[in-house]
């Protein structure tokens, strides 16, 4: 049975959703820092699955749930489950299931269908990272602390810095943009591109300072070393930082009202180095804050049962 209120890519919501999703977001916030939020009771339990490794996704949705009053059952990798012993993820899930949970969170590899899953059982499910197929919840916070700043994100400009190929944040962020409006530009080594670029919808810049003259706010990403078929060699990341890592010289070229976001973890000295950290146009750790504040809103959407899907069906 397939349920309304999962959130399982961003293509399934419309530009008031998401913008109704930002001023939610924002005044949780807001009510969290002036302690005017009213107590939460315990509604219930929820699931959430890591079966891939992550600090920030799945201790922001076990800070959300706390804060929703909602108590989260945590796997957190196959180790002491009986995933050790040859149990599938989707039977992991039914068993699961059976507790009857209020909803679940689930970061899986490409290889579980998230979407077969979800006609198969009756509580809703939101993705927390979905393979190389997409990150929403990552590109909702990212789009949330620009909205913070810019009041819209219509005709901005945002370059992705690295490994594209292999990112399911800019999957989600492909996603999100057709539907705010906003411009991508890639730039990156020919090797971390994707083959199938749509010259139409992205731009795409060989060099870093022409990328960065262009762009209102720049992502950099993770080397995904893991899902490189053949291991990045010494020469490679020495010559990836020097052409494509974010330091403070480099970012002399970018606007000085300019965002800098990294979806994190951070390879230092790879892709970015530490002193970006502290760059006033950093919002690195800010998304990590807002990240917490936006998987409590889609949570707080579920617990009143109020629909994330506006058009179309999974
Ligand atoms: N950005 C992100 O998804 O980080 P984690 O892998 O730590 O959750």
Redesign the pocket.
């Known amino acids: 049975m397939s349920d309304q209120n999962s959130l399982i890519e961003l293509s399934q919501l419309s530009e008031n959703k998401i913008n109704q999703l930002f001023q939610s977001c924002i005044e949780l916030k807001k009510k969290f820092k002036q302690h005017t939020l009213p107590e939460s009771t315990l509604k219930g339990i929820a699931v959430l699955l890591f079966f891939e ?6 201790f922001s949705f076990e800070a959300a749930c706390a804060r929703a009053g909602v108590h989260p059952l945590i796997l957190g990798g196959a180790s002491g489950t009986s995933l050790e012993k040859g149990e599938t993820m989707e039977d992991t899930i039914f068993n699961l299931e059976a507790m009857r949970p209020l909803f679940f969170v689930i ?1 899986c590899p490409d290889a579980l269908d998230l979407k077969d899953i979800q006609k198969q059982i009756s509580v809703p499910i939101i993705n927390a ?1 979905w393979g190389m197929k997409g ?1 929403p919840t ?1 590109a909702l916070l990212d789009t949330v602390t620009l909205f913070e700043r810019w009041g819209s994100l219509r005709s901005k400009k945002i370059l992705f810095v690295g490994d594209i190929k292999h990112s399911r ?1 800019v999957g989600s962020h492909r996603q999100l943009s057709s539907i705010l409006n906003y411009k991508i530009g890639y730039c990156a080594p020919r090797e971390l591109l994707p083959q199938d670029i749509d010259a139409k919808s992205v731009e795409v810049f060989d060099g870093l300072d022409e990328g960065l003259k262009w762009a209102d706010a720049v992502v950099g990403l993770r080397v995904q070393k893991e899902r490189h078929a053949s291991q990045s060699d010494d020469s490679f990341i020495s010559e990836y930082r020097h052409s494509f890592g974010l330091n403070s010289q480099r970012l002399e070229k970018f606007k000085s009202d300019g965002l800098i976001l990294h ?3 951070i390879n230092y000295g790879v892709e970015l180095e530490k002193e970006v950290l502290t760059d006033s146009r950093s919002v690195i750790l800010q998304l990590v804050e807002n990240g917490a504040f936006m998987r409590e809103t889609l949570i707080r959407q579920i617990l009143q049962n109020q629909s994330l899907v506006i058009k179309g069906s999974l």
Request: hydrophobic residues 5%.
């Open positions: 490794p992550s600090t920030r996704t799945r970061r990272g990150h990552q944040v979806p994190g973890p």
